[in-house]
C-alpha cells in the first residue's frame, strides 16, 4: 500500500469568519504537505470546493499545488477533486490546466475527477439539479485525453462544444499524461471506474469491510478493461480515513477522545448528498457528541473508522485496509482534536515507523502505470495544409 494526505482548507467554528485565522490555516495545511514530502508520503491531495463555509474554504488548489510542488521533491500532488461540470467552467479549462500541473510538478500531478460535492456547492454556479452532473461528467472524461493528444481538436456534443479545430495547450509533459481519478460514492461508480481504467477516490462513510463488495467489483472491472479512457490504466482505490499515530500510545488515545471529535464527518454529512450515508450519520449541527470512552474509541478502531495508538498497533490496524484490496490509503488532516504540532509529530512518526512496513517500493505506483502509456488518438484528425516558414528567430528552443 502506498500513502498519502488529504487537505481541505479545513476551518471549523468562528475561525471561518477570520481573515487572519483563514490565512494561517492555508500556512498550517501547506506545511502538512511539506513535511509529509520529507517523510516517505508519496501522496497530497487538495480540494476543491466552493462556498461550503467551515469545511472546505480550498476553492483553488492549483496555486496552492503550484506552491507546494515547487517546494517539494518527491511527493505527487492532486486535485481532490476537480468537479467537471461544464456549466461550471469549460473543459479546455480543466485540460489546461492539468497539462499545465503536469508541467510545473516534473510529472508529479495526479488528476482526480468527480461531480462535484453536492447540490450546495453546485448551487453556487447555477447548477440546481445534482444529478445532471453525472452526465456532464461522463461526456468530458472522455474528451480531455482527447485534447491533450490532438493538435485539431474539434467538439460538438450535449453539455459543451469546440466549433472549430483548436490546438489545446499545453500538452502533458509526455510521455503519458496525468493519472486519472474519479470520486466514488455510488456502489455502480467503483464498477464503472474500472471499467474505464482509471483510479477510484473512496470515502471511509461506513466499516471499512463495508467497501469489500465495491472494491472487488473495481477489480474484476479493471482486470478486464482493455480500452481506457486514457493513454494507460491506473489500476488503483484510494481510500481517505482518518489517523492519531504517536510513539506515545496513551496520549494517541487522549487525543481521539477529545470533545466534538466527529465534527468534520457532520460537516461532510452536511454538504455531500451526492454519496450514500448510514442513518445514524450526524449532520451538522445535530449530534456532534465525540467519541465518547474508551469502549467505544476501541470499537471505531475495530470496525476501521480510524487508526489510532503507537506506530506497531497502528500498523496491524491497517492489515484491514489491506484485506479489503486498498492501494492507497489517504488521511484528512487536520482530523478532529489534533492540534497542529500534533499532526507535524504524527507525520513524522507514521511517515518514518509505519509507511516502510507497506510501501516497499520507491517509484508511484501512477508513475510505473504512466510508463506503459500509449496514444489512443492521431495527432490530426484533419488534413494538414502545406505551410513553410521563411524563418525562426535565433533564440527558437528547436529550429
Known amino acids: 500500500m502506498e500513502f498519502g494526505i488529504f487537505i481541505n482548507g479545513y476551518l471549523p467554528g468562528p475561525a471561518s469568519r477570520d481573515s487572519d485565522a483563514e490565512h494561517l490555516m492555508f500556512e498550517r495545511e501547506i ?21 461550503l463555509t467551515e469545511y472546505s474554504h480550498l476553492s483553488a488548489p492549483e496555486p496552492v499545488m503550484g506552491y507546494v510542488a515547487a517546494k517539494t521533491e518527491r511527493i505527487h500532488i492532486g486535485t481532490g477533486i476537480n468537479s467537471l461540470s461544464p456549466r461550471k467552467e469549460h473543459p479546455v479549462r480543466y485540460a489546461e490546466r492539468a497539462a499545465m500541473m503536469d508541467h510545473l510538478t516534473d510529472r508529479r ?50 453539455s459543451f462544444t469546440v466549433p472549430t479545430p483548436h490546438n489545446i495547450l499545453p500538452k502533458p509533459y509526455g510521455p503519458g499524461h496525468p493519472p486519472i481519478w474519479v470520486a466514488c460514492g455510488n456502489p455502480g461508480t467503483f464498477a464503472q471506474a474500472g471499467e474505464m481504467g482509471i483510479g477510484a477516490i473512496a470515502f471511509n462513510f461506513e466499516p471499512v469491510f463495508g467497501l469489500k463488495g465495491r472494491i472487488d467489483a473495481y477489480k474484476e472491472a479493471v482486470a478486464s478493461c482493455t480500452e481506457p479512457v486514457g493513454q494507460f490504466i491506473n489500476d488503483n482505490v484510494m481510500l481517505t480515513n482518518a489517523v492519531i499515530c504517536l510513539n506515545d500510545r496513551d496520549r494517541a488515545r487522549q487525543i481521539a477522545l477529545r470533545q ?43 470496525e476501521g473508522w480510524l487508526l489510532c495508538g503507537e506506530p506497531d498497533e497502528v500498523a496491524e490496524q491497517l492489515s484491514r485496509y489491506e484485506a479489503v484490496g486498498c492501494d492507497q490509503v489517504t488521511f484528512g488532516l487536520p482530523s478532529d ?3 497542529h504540532e500534533e499532526v507535524l509529530e504524527m507525520l513524522e512518526v507514521f511517515g518514518s515507523k509505519v509507511i516502510p512496513s507497506f510501501d516497499h517500493d520507491p517509484v508511484h505506483s501512477t508513475t510505473r502505470m504512466r510508463a506503459t502509456a500509449t496514444r489512443r488518438f492521431p495527432e490530426f484528425a484533419f488534413d494538414v495544409p502545406d505551410i513553410s516558414v521563411p524563418g525562426l528567430p535565433e533564440n527558437a528552443i528547436i529550429s
Open 109 to 158: 500531478f495526479e488528476w482526480g475527477t468527480g461531480r462535484g460535492a453536492g447540490s450546495h456547492e453546485m448551487a453556487s454556479f447555477n447548477i440546481l439539479d445534482k444529478d445532471s452532473t453525472k452526465a456532464e461528467w461522463n461526456e468530458v472524461i472522455r474528451e480531455i485525453p482527447r485534447m491533450w493528444e490532438q493538435r485539431d481538436y474539434m467538439y460538438a456534443g450535449t
Open 260 to 302: 466534538c471529535r466527529g465534527y468534520l464527518y457532520s460537516l461532510v454529512c452536511l454538504y455531500h448528498d451526492t454519496i450514500p450515508k448510514p442513518d445514524y450519520a450526524p449532520t451538522w449541527p445535530e449530534g456532534i457528541a465525540g467519541v465518547g470512552d474508551e469502549a467505544t474509541l476501541d470499537l471505531l478502531i475495530d
Open 31 to 51: 506545511e502538512f504537505a511539506l513535511t509529509a514530502d520529507r517523510h516517505n508520503w508519496k501522496y497530497a491531495w487538495f480540494g476543491e470546493h466552493h462556498a
Open 337 to 339: 482534536s489534533m492540534h
